[in-house]
Structure formats: C-alpha cells, structure tokens
T-cell receptor
Framework: DVKVTQSSRYLVKRTGEKVFLECVQD?????MFWYRQDPGLGLRLIYF???????EKGDIPEGYSVSREKKERFSLILESASTNQTSMYLC???????????????FGDGTRLSIL | QKEVEQNSGPLSVPEGAIASLNCTYS??????FFWYRQYSGKSPELIMS????GDKEDGRFTAQLNKASQYVSLLIRDSQPSDSATYLC??????????FGTGTRLTIIP
C-alpha cells in the first residue's frame, strides 16, 4: 500500500513565524501535491511538483512556497504565517505509470495547523 | 459556474437502501474520474476510479460515467451506517491535477 506521511497531525504556530510542513511518500511517485481544506471551500491546490526540483503553482499559492530536493519528500513553507492560513493541510502523491484509471492521488493523514 | 458540481446534501438514506451521488464537471478534457470518501476529521480515501463511459462495479459500489453529458455518479448498494461520510468527486485533466468538488455529505439512517 502507498504510504504518505505528514510530519505532524496538529501544529500551533504564531503569526509571523516561518512554518514548515513535511510530507514523505514511499512509493517512488513522481507527482506530489499540497492542498488546504476549509469548510465550504473543499480541497484547494496550493502547489504541486512533477519531479525533483520542479514546482508548479496551484490555485492559491500566495503566502506559500515549496521545496522538493528529493523525490520522496515535498515540503510546504509558510514564509510568514498569518491567521488566515489556519486550515487543514493535506499532502498527496501519484504516479504517471500504468493505466490512467489506476493513477489516483493518495493522501496523507493531514496536518491541522492553527495560527494564533 | 463551478468546475465540479456536487449536491452538498446532507443526503439521508435508510440503511440497506441505495445511495446515489451525482457529479457534473466542466472540463471536457478530463481523462479519468475518482471518487473519494472522507470521514469527519480524516483525509480522503479512494474508493472508486473510472476511465471509460459506462458502469464500473466494485463490491457494493458502482461508478457511472457519461462523458458526453459530463456526468459521473456513484451508487452505493445495501448502504451501511459506516458509509456515512462526505463523498468527493474528482475529475483529472491532462496535467495530472485533480479538481475536487466540495463533496456530498451522506448520512445512513439505521
């Protein structure tokens, strides 16, 4: 089974802090994604990456950056945390190998981040 | 118009009945379609995927796809209380990205 591991389930930080959320997958997947999920807004894509050192902006990249130095690890960085970044953050990975219908995104357990 | 539309619910279904969840999408380039189940406070988990027009069955679950109508549905037969969750529809376009609907909240009534 695919395992996507997020470093923290719950995190509390203060406004203005630099926050790092880490995600590791163990299936040699090419693609990795960061989402945030808020009530009534669903899952919104922040950033994604097709390969090491590559990154693409999603729908809501403002206030965030990412790093992918190794294939299995994708980090989300909040440069200067603000209260409107309080949310559930979800990491996912997927492969480009095999048939299209067999290439879903697999999610980690999520990090519930509170910015005070 | 939203890219992926789902009835937000809540949809209440008696235990043992069939639950029918619907989804329409706007991107005609969507190649494959995924249904995820999400329990409250948990992350989404994949339950079905479909690529070709028609029906695909997996146990109590049946996914139906009609690309001409830009419509995908999920049927859950013999609904169980454990099926109570939010169901997310997610078409995938050519760029590996999934676009998620806001989900339908399903409640199975014992």
């Amino acid at each position: 089974d695919v395992k996507v591991t997020q470093s923290s389930r719950y995190l509390v930080k203060r406004t203005g802090e630099k926050v790092f959320l880490e995600c590791v997958q163990d299936m040699d997947h090419e693609n990795m994604f960061w989402y945030r999920q808020d009530p009534g807004l669903g899952l919104r894509l922040i950033y994604f990456s097709y390969d090491v050192k590559m990154k693409e902006k999603g729908d809501i990249p403002e206030g965030y950056s990412v790093s992918r130095e190794k294939k299995e690890r994708f980090s989300l960085i909040l440069e200067s945390a603000s209260t409107n970044q309080t949310s559930m953050y979800l990491c996912a990975s997927s492969t480009i190998r095999g048939q299209l219908s067999n290439q879903p995104q697999h999610f980690g357990d999520g990090t519930r981040l509170s910015i005070l | 118009q939203k890219e992926v539309e789902q009835n937000s619910g809540p949809l209440s279904v008696p235990e043992g009945a069939i639950a029918s969840l619907n989804c329409t999408y706007s991107d005609r380039g969507s190649q494959s379609f995924f249904w995820y189940r999400q329990y409250s406070g948990k992350s989404p988990e994949l339950i079905m995927s479909i690529y070709s027009n028609g029906d695909k069955e997996d146990g109590r679950f049946t996914a139906q796809l009609n690309k001409a109508s830009q419509y995908v549905s999920l049927l859950i037969r013999d609904s169980q209380p454990s099926d109570s969750a939010t169901y997310l529809c997610a078409p995938r376009g050519l760029n590996e990205k999934l676009t998620f609907g806001t989900g339908t909240r399903l409640t199975i009534i014992p």
